[in-house]
Structure formats: structure tokens, C-alpha cells
T-cell receptor, first 115, second 111 residues
Framework: DGGITQSPKYLFRKEGQNVTLSCEQNLNHDAMYWYRQDPGQGLRLIYYSQIVNDFQKGDIAEGYSVSREKKESFPLTVTSAQKNPTAFYLC??????????????FGPGTRLTVL | QKEVEQNSGPLSVPEGAIASLNCTYSDRGSQSFFWYRQYSGKSPELIMSIYSNGDKEDGRFTAQLNKASQYVSLLIRDSQPSDSATYLCAVKGITGNQFYFGTGTSLTVIP
């Protein structure tokens, strides 16, 4: 089955802790993305990567870090510097490049709660 | 700043009616447009993509694109209670690989 997996589904963090959210895809997509969604809100872009070993900040990158060491994987670390991390985190991927027909697909999400 | 605007709703329609969801975008050169359905507590699911002016039909769903008016819409015919969800409009940026999302329209189909 081709798709995007995220783990864990639910994550609880104590204040001051760093946590890492996993995202893996087997769609052979070049581009991967992390979004944050707050209740009743739209999607806000945290980071995105168009190719291995390269990534760009999105609109709300402060307090987050990413790596892209493999094409299939794009983990997101929520650091203690992120003041309000409780949210629904969504990973997505697309083929990337200048292709016109370039759809973006989402993983099932990780719901992070700060205790 | 690229903007995608949607009416937040809520939009309520009776079962069997046509639901019409609208979206406008600011970047005139945009070429790729998408509609996602998001059930409460779940991730967005791609239901339609459209790249050319006019209509594109897929089952009960029709996407309509008018690039001159910078307007894209989604029609859901014979609406069912299972269509009750938030519908997100997305536009792919001209340069780079960013996608820009509206805040979504909440649809409720009343049995």
C-alpha cells in the first residue's frame, strides 16, 4: 500500500521537553511538508523540503526543527522553545518540481498535547 | 502574500440538495487547484484537482475553475449526510512547491 504514515497518533509532552514526530512516505515523492492545525483553524506551514538534505522554513518555523536525510522520511522536532505546541500536526508529500499535475497528499496526523 | 479565501460557513443543505462551495485566490498566475475534504479529527483527503478553465466532474462532485475571475468552486450533487465535513480549497504556488490553503468551509447535510 502506498501512502504516508505518521507516528505516534497521539503524543503527550511535558513542558520543557523536546519531542520528535515521525513521517514516512513510500510514494517516491520528492517534496514533503509539515503543517500545524489548531481547532477551527486552517493549515499553517511549518517547514517543507523539496529534496534530500534541503528544507525551507514556512510561516511558523520558530520552535521547530526538521531533517531530511532520506527521501522517504521527514521528522519534525517540537522543541521546548515552541511556547504553544498543542495542536494537530500533519505531514504531507507531493511529487515536487515544476510539474503542473502535482497533487499533495496527507498523512493521518499526530495530535500533540502539552501537559 | 498569497491568499486563498473561503466562506467559513457553516453551510447547511438538506439531503439530496446541491451544495456549492466557493474559493477565490489572489495569485493570478496560479495553475493548479485542489479541493480537500476533512472530517472532524481526521486529516485532509484530496477529492478533486483542476488545472484548466471550465468544469471537471467526478461522480457527485464537480469542480469549476475560472482563472479570469480567480475563482474556483466545488459542487456536490445529491448531498448525503456523509458529506458533512470541512472542505479546504488549496492553490499551488507558481514558484517553488508550496501549497496555499483556505481556512475551510464547514458543510452540514441535514437528513
Amino acid at each position: 500500500d502506498g501512502g504516508i504514515t505518521q507516528s505516534p497518533k497521539y503524543l503527550f509532552r511535558k513542558e520543557g521537553q523536546n519531542v520528535t514526530l515521525s513521517c514516512e512516505q513510500n510514494l517516491n515523492h520528492d517534496a514533503m511538508y509539515w503543517y500545524r492545525q489548531d481547532p477551527g483553524q486552517g493549515l499553517r506551514l511549518i517547514y517543507y523540503s523539496q529534496i534530500v538534505n534541503d528544507f525551507q522554513k514556512g510561516d511558523i518555523a520558530e520552535g521547530y526543527s526538521v531533517s531530511r536525510e532520506k527521501k522517504e522520511s521527514f521528522p519534525l522536532t517540537v522543541t521546548s522553545a515552541q511556547k504553544n505546541p498543542t495542536a494537530f500536526y500533519l505531514c504531507a508529500s507531493s511529487r515536487g518540481g515544476p510539474l503542473l499535475y502535482n497533487e499533495q497528499f496527507f498523512g493521518p496526523g499526530t495530535r500533540l498535547t502539552v501537559l | 502574500q498569497k491568499e486563498v479565501e473561503q466562506n467559513s460557513g457553516p453551510l447547511s443543505v438538506p439531503e439530496g440538495a446541491i451544495a456549492s462551495l466557493n474559493c477565490t485566490y489572489s495569485d493570478r498566475g496560479s495553475q493548479s487547484f485542489f479541493w480537500y475534504r476533512q472530517y472532524s479529527g481526521k486529516s485532509p483527503e484530496l477529492i478533486m484537482s483542476i488545472y484548466s478553465n471550465g468544469d471537471k466532474e467526478d461522480g457527485r462532485f464537480t469542480a469549476q475553475l475560472n482563472k479570469a475571475s480567480q475563482y474556483v468552486s466545488l459542487l456536490i450533487r445529491d448531498s448525503q449526510p456523509s458529506d458533512s465535513a470541512t472542505y479546504l480549497c488549496a492553490v499551488k504556488g507558481i514558484t517553488g512547491n508550496q501549497f496555499y490553503f483556505g481556512t475551510g468551509t464547514s458543510l452540514t447535510v441535514i437528513p
